[in-house]
């Protein structure tokens, strides 16, 4: 057993589902396509004004033991977290409905991660080769198939890393737990699995997109991920 990183990432509430190993919060972090970042900002008051709370999501990747977010360096988000402040990072994978004999005894099997630490800024040498991970991460080869960023869209844009150091786990995989006493009441109790699943694509009909075959890239990435009929060469017309 891993133990927790700090007393803030230790998970007290059913204990038992906590994990703290970089392989299960890296995991989880990689089945991602979102986050939630939680910081405190004085947004339009004063700067001597109290702080108050915002949480807003965003995309999100990692790259060895670092999560990565980007945006537009005019975002007040952006701003605020690469003057350093302290955040809280929420990841959270909904895998299914936990149906009980009781009420009170359903729930649902996820997967989490929450992570505390500091967003870096990084630096523009190493841009091009984050977001082409970032690319990656979204259809592995579709980086080789598009116009890469130019420098105008590089420098307008932001790139915060934090580290996964204090980070820890929460996961909930299993059927229901009824009370002993409700086990031979007549009600159905199982598990509902639930995941997201793409359609098929939809091209862009003010380019020259229609009509062309789908990509490599998305072809490979589709029959990884996707549990419908096969695919024609031309998808959405």
Known sequence: ???PASARVTVRRAAERGHYDADT?????DAAWLCHVAFTDTRGQAPDSEPFSVNLPTACWRVGD???IHGSNGSP???RLA???SACVAITLLDGLVLARSAFSHSM???????YGCFEVVADADKPAVLAAFMERLIPGRQAEVREGDDSELKATLVLSMPLNEASAKVRSWGPRDKEGDAEHPAWAGVVPLHLQP???VPDD???????AVPDSLRQWLARNWEAQPMTDSVGE
């Open 1 to 3: 057993m891993h133990p």
């Open 83 to 85: 003057a350093g402040v």
């Open 25 to 29: 919060v890296h995991a989880i972090v």
């Open 66 to 68: 670092r999560l990565y």
């Open 109 to 115: 099997n996820f997967r989490s991660v929450v992570a």
């Open 206 to 212: 003010t380019s020259r997109a229609r009509g062309q």
């Open 199 to 201: 359609g098929l694509p």
């Open 77 to 79: 988000m952006m701003k």
